[in-house]
């Protein structure tokens, strides 16, 4: 199926997981999109990898200027940036250029992966001025909290989101969590479609080594995985347990700066799944709090899949009702700690050296790659909704 536009607050960018994801999913019907429309800073400062650059357009507000943030300072123009009618107003502005774009079409078709309000209310100003007929991909909710013991949608976005999701042609969503809350909340039925990564070759030889662990993690370090990050470290204390840490930021946080945690810098997305295989375990940290719950809950990180495929045990730390702790158990294939306790995380450190326990880990990790994760079964399920 051909596009006429992508819409997202998101490239299609090497440098975080949702740029990996299309393309890895997506792969050549990356070609027949037209336009690649940008309505957030995070795309202008993760540009998209440049065979799409040349078909991308960023269409940001003011506020999201360097002129504006200079002038009024960074955090003052992003908080505005976010007020509900800078969002309006930048979402008729991009409307209007977009529908320009399209002014010989009386139907255009789009591929929107709305992250929050941008693109969702830009859509909502487009369909104002053309007859879009649209398939919508939610990777991240970054809209909805969980405050006072109930999911809550900023005043003003709600109503505008479920005519999103209800007008789409189909719905793809990132989590079986996701999948759940979006019938219940806004009747709405989804296909889960999540980040994907081809089985590595060798993956099948791992062997469970006598003495001290040397554990992987390879991912951002920011609040999605920062406190459980703290936790894992807290509990290398008087183990002889090293954890590696590969991302692309400058250096550490203070809370990370222990003994036996080791920054290794960054590492090109296509040798990632061979470092994994230079260690013991992998570790996938998922924030325990509330403030981040929107995230644990619901997403699945692309990260997941890379794990899952490169044949080294998975240590995942989060909470109870984090998506990827859910979909890792109901599975079989990975160690899981869902406390941040001291004794619960050196207890994970040690089913990591039973090799009956990690050979079975290993075996429905491959066998999940095969069937659901792995590159081809994931793009089956695209290509089934596209074409379906």
Known sequence: MKFDFYLSEMSVSDKHGGGLTLQRILGDDLDDIAHFIHVNRFAADLPARN??????????????SDFMRKLIGRSRASKISMMLWAIQTRANMAARKMAAIFNDKQVITGLVCPQGANAIFALEAL???????????????HLVRYVDDRWQYPEGTEGVFARHLRGAEKVLVISPTMQRF????FGVVSTVLFGSSGLLQGA??????QGSLKIGYFGAVAAWQKDALAAVAAALKGTDVQLDIYSGIEKLPAELEVDGLHFKGSVAPE???A???????????????????????????????EYLACGVPILAVGPAYAAMIAYLDEHDAAITVVSTEENAIRDGFKYLRNPQLVARILKNAQKLVVDE????????VWQAVVNG
Do not use: C
Request: charged share 30%.
């Open 271 to 273: 040798l990632v799944l």
């Open 182 to 185: 979006y019938k219940e909340r």
């Open 127 to 141: 369909k104002k001025r053309k007859k879009v007929k649209y398939i919508t991909w939610v990777m991240d909710d």
């Open 51 to 64: 065979e799409f650059l040349k078909r991308s357009k960023d269409l940001l507000s003011v506020w999201e």
């Open 275 to 305: 470092h994994m295989q230079n260690y013991d375990a992998v570790l996938l940290p998922i924030s325990f709090k509330q403030k981040m719950r929107n995230m644990s809950e619901f997403n699945i990180a692309t990260k997941m899949s």
């Open 373 to 380: 994760v792995g590159s081809m079964p994931m793009r089956g």
């Open 204 to 209: 099948g030889q791992f062997e469970v080594k």
